[in-house]
């Protein structure tokens, strides 16, 4: 432990040092400004960075690096709250209740709690990575193709809980995202499935423009379609605050979020999306009155703006202790490392201890920072509300426009943004939800790839998912999950969802 | 043609247009030049791409920008440098995948993103040989031992690669057919991936580059077997190469610079002269000797032949490959 703390220090000598500390500040800004535009999200953020990186030192480079990865997991919350637009893949979940929030008046509140949640996850999860890293990197190594996919099953069924209408709506619509995600290169085979020619369709649909189209297109399309202007309650400056009750209801999922974050986070693949959706389920889960979720808990706000955050330390185990890449972003981090002339890898913390202690400190050094920059900027940000709607969504569909297109400077992602806006529109107008299709889209790659690299692991044999005990084990918690879903359908009397009734399906609820 | 206002206003403009395309045509560059690397930031192509890029700037005091186009396993990118004008101002920073896309598609029909003979090289600026390395759990200690194994299981002993009929794949081909034998192939999206997936003992061998393995061959958790190079890799004086030890393949993740078709010869030589000088310069070397890249010049004429052997060599492992069969699953 006084190991440890000396490390700290040590740490926070290198983190506090003017130029770093300044270059964590800019990190945390550029974070937060990618966050907060539609589209673009942290990956995009980093590596348009990156080459500007390459002139600095090694640590600065990579506080810099971190510090727009975790700023655009704050920022990201913040037109979902508003307007329904997802900043960044993860903060779909938070689309959901945070806008039905903005449209009771409640904007401020769900902004703080998210910037608060935000603060406590990545404080929380640092301790973790800090304490943590070597012993949990090594078990995330046990995770092989078998295990990653009975946990992508579990995430699967996650779906029976998330979904407030018709349980057969949201299995249809994750049906629906499946089969988009079947769209690419065949990972096994090479073949191009439903490319129609288009060498963008090569690497699949990708998730951004997915998700803005459904919810923020479809979003300004509903506006549009009404016959007034919707009346959005102006904020007033108490309302900005929590109140106590909301403070109440959102300790517990913050507390949630940020292990469930951590956790999911080690793991490889685009987990900090992931985290989010899982959180979200867990607390429809644990609700009193699940009923309340999709119509502004603030519960589903806290959980899984918590769980992003906490799931972007997680990603850096595997990073830091083994030198490995648990996902893309961290690979262009290892890559910003490796142009610094530090070769990542297991022996890392111990030979650069100045690098790996400066940046454990300037993440702490960071939450700080996007706190004291978040909050007050709710107040600036709920006036965007004032701005009447003939202006405010055109500028808004631009920026949409702008932020997809940005991400791979692709035309064809632009296309699939408008024609999934469209869909978005129409799945809207007769009761569908869309979430689960984002979900469905995220995970068929992952499934599929899993899969069947475990089939050709074991030469095809099924056997392998029985014979290894961490895949054996989530595959049973799966099938009881799955049992204790269906069990309503089989004894009408015990169906929770029963209570939340159809009558939910009242129209543009989601 | 009667001289008034508005003819002698057209009649200056056409002067002023067609002086600035003979300005233009004279000096090249008058204008920002792009590398175009056709995979994300970070990656072998973009990290060899930057260096070369800075230092072109100095030699030709004229800004290099390197973009990153991506996609489709950097047939997007790579398409759209072979489609683009050959003025010299749009090149490529390709890797040796650059011989593969349009093997593949010949093999699937499909319709080609590129070929080949768009595009003209003008230096090689990296080879590096892949290593062949075994979880260090597993019992080989010597490639005779790893083969003879093989040999006595066939199609039970596992790699792990990049991708299918990415470059990691076209080096693990290499070595099954030379050695004459099965192996199970487990394909991940990426270096990375295919890496973590042997340090978890989830597959049994790699073959991946230097830079990539070196740390966790230190940390001793995977161990060297050989090389695929003509010679030892410095860093690793104590792996063999596959040449030493009779089988006679060789293979290279190699990185050059491209121009389309049809670039005019004087600013192809412009560029050859500007790359020579700049892989020379000092700060070019620091910056490969940091990511752990040997610089391998050639000029163009040699990297042409180097090219085309290297085509072939990969074009032959794609048919022996030809369409991958998945077995029925039981």
């Known amino acids: ?510 | 043609m009667r001289l008034n206002k508005q003819n002698c206003c057209s009649l200056a403009l056409l002067i002023l247009v067609l002086a600035a395309v003979k300005v233009s045509g004279q000096k090249y560059p008058d204008r920002p030049i792009t590398i175009v690397a056709p995979f994300p930031p970070g990656g072998v192509a973009d990290l060899t791409a930057r260096p070369v890029a800075a230092a072109l700037e100095k030699v030709l005091k004229n800004p290099v920008v390197v973009v990153n186009k991506t996609g489709a396993a950097g047939a997007v990118g790579m398409s759209f440098v072979a489609n683009s004008k050959p003025d010299g101002y749009n090149l490529l920073m390709a890797l040796s995948s650059i011989s593969i896309i349009p093997e593949a598609d010949k093999l699937f029909d499909r319709k080609p993103a590129y070929t080949m003979d768009q595009l003209i090289p003008i230096a090689l600026i990296s080879a590096d040989p892949t290593i062949f390395v075994v979880n260090a759990s597993r019992p080989w200690k010597t490639v005779k031992e790893f083969v003879d194994d093989a040999k006595k299981r066939p199609g039970e002993i596992s790699y792990s690669s990049s991708g299918v009929y990415g470059t990691l794949h076209m080096a693990m081909e290499m070595l099954i057919h030379g050695a004459s034998i099965q192996l199970k192939h487990v394909p991940y999206s990426g270096a990375g991936p295919a890496l973590t997936a042997l340090l978890g003992g989830h597959v049994d061998t790699l073959a991946s580059g230097p830079a990539v393995v070196i740390p966790h061959i230190k940390a001793g958790k995977i161990r060297p077997l050989a090389g695929w190079g003509a010679k030892r890799v410095a860093s690793l004086p104590d792996v063999a190469t596959f040449k030493e030890l009779g089988y006679d393949i060789e293979f290279y993740i190699w990185a050059g610079l491209f121009a389309p078709r049809g670039t005019p010869s004087s600013v192809m030589k412009t560029i050859r002269e500007a790359v020579k000088q700049a892989v020379n310069s000092t700060e070019f070397k620091t910056a490969m000797e940091k990511i752990e890249t040997p610089i391998a010049y050639l000029d163009a004429p040699e990297f042409q032949t180097f090219w085309d052997k290297d085509a072939k060599m990969l074009a032959d492992a794609i048919k022996r490959i030809g369409k991958i069969e998945i077995p029925e699953a039981k």
């Open chain 1, 1 to 510: 432990m006084t190991e440890t703390l000396h490390n700290l220090y040590l740490g926070f000598s290198v983190a506090l040092a003017p130029s770093v500390l300044l270059y964590a500040f800019v990190g945390c800004i550029v974070g937060t400004l990618v966050g907060v535009l539609p589209g673009i999200g942290p990956l995009a953020g980093i590596s348009l960075l990156l080459p500007a990186s390459f002139g600095l030192d090694a640590t600065s480079a990579i506080v810099l690096l971190a510090g727009i990865y975790y700023g655009a997991m704050y920022g990201g919350s913040t037109t979902s709250i508003l307007m329904r637009i997802p900043g960044e893949a993860a903060s779909v979940m938070t689309c959901i209740d945070g806008y039905e929030m903005t449209r009771k008046g409640r904007a401020g509140p769900a902004l703080a709690i998210a910037a608060i949640g935000s603060y406590i996850a990545g404080t929380v999860s640092v301790v973790g990575l800090m304490l943590l890293a070597p012993p949990l990197a090594s078990f995330a190594l046990r995770f092989g193709p078998p295990e990653y996919f009975a946990l992508l099953l579990l995430g699967l069924l996650m779906l029976a809980y998330m979904s407030g209408g018709s349980m057969l709506k949201s299995l249809a619509m994750a049906a629906l995202g499946l089969l988009l995600g079947m769209i690419g290169i065949d990972p096994m085979t090479g073949f191009f499935r439903f490319s129609y020619g288009l060498v963008e369709l090569g690497d699949g649909i990708g998730v951004v423009p997915v998700a803005v189209g459904l919810f923020g297109l479809s979003e300004i399309l509903l506006t549009a379609g009404q016959p007034t202007a919707p009346e959005v309650k102006k904020p007033k400056l108490k309302d900005l605050l929590p109140s106590k009750q909301e403070w109440r209801d959102s300790l517990w999922p913050i507390g949630r979020g940020t292990v469930l974050g951590f956790l999911i986070g080690i793991i490889p693949g685009s987990a900090h999306i992931i985290s989010s959706f899982v959180s979200y389920a867990v607390e429809r889960r644990f609700a009193k009155d699940p009923e309340r979720f999709g119509h502004g808990a603030i519960e589903g706000v806290a959980g899984p703006e918590s769980a992003n955050n906490s799931a972007t330390s997680g990603a850096f185990v595997p990073m830091l202790a083994l030198g490995v890449p648990s996902g893309p972003i961290p690979a262009v981090m290892i890559a910003a490392m490796m142009v610094h002339g530090i070769s990542p890898g297991p022996l890392l913390i111990t030979q650069q201890p100045e690098l790996f202690w400066g940046f454990i400190a300037s993440m702490y050094v960071g939450n700080v920072v996007l706190l004291i920059l978040n909050l007050p900027l709710v107040g600036i940000f709920v006036n965007v509300l004032r701005v009447p709607y003939p202006l405010l969504y055109p500028a808004i569909l631009l920026f949409c426009v702008l932020g997809v297109y940005a991400v791979n400077g692709s035309a064809v992602d632009v296309g699939i943004m408008a024609a999934t806006g469209a869909l978005g529109y129409l799945l809207r107008k007769f009761d569908f939800e869309t979430a689960p299709v984002v979900l469905g889209l995220i995970l068929a790659p992952m499934i599929e790839m899993s899969l069947r690299q475990s089939l050709a692991m074991s030469s095809g044999s099924y056997a392998i998912f029985v014979n290894r005990p961490i895949a054996s084990v989530m595959l049973l918690v799966a099938v009881v999950l799955l049992l204790f879903s269906l069990l309503p359908f089989l004894v009408k009397s015990i169906d929770w969802r029963q209570k939340l009734g159809i009558e939910t399906a009242g129209g543009e609820k989601l």
